[in-house]
């Protein structure tokens, strides 16, 4: 809830004329932050140079993840398979590292298309 306040400060802050509110806009009407499938995430975390040690730190955050939730008397437990937790240090990091591939690629389409936006 913190980035989405954040980003909505950010965004009134800035220049009327700024290309990046609308795509700032986007990224928060999408829940971009959990849009990224726990599959990518790890991939991003094998091909990071990175200590190992970090790297099993950051792999076991993501995996195996259950979230039980009380409904009357019953107890329901969902499994996630995406999303880029939030509240710690590294969660913007990890989002902006595993969306780089989808913003180059808009970047290029957007250069070839001419787009506003971009």
Known sequence: MLYHYSAI????????????VPYTQWLNKCNAFGSVPFAVLEELFTSLPIPEDLRRILVDIYSGNRMDFAVGKESVSIFPTA????????????????????????KSCCALCSAVLC
């Open 83 to 106: 999303g880029v937790r939030q509240g710690y240090a590294f969660s913007a990091t990890i989002f902006n590292m595993a969306s780089e591939p989808f913003v180059k690629a808009g």
């Open 9 to 20: 400060g950010f965004e009134t802050n800035l220049p009327h004329d700024s290309r990046v």
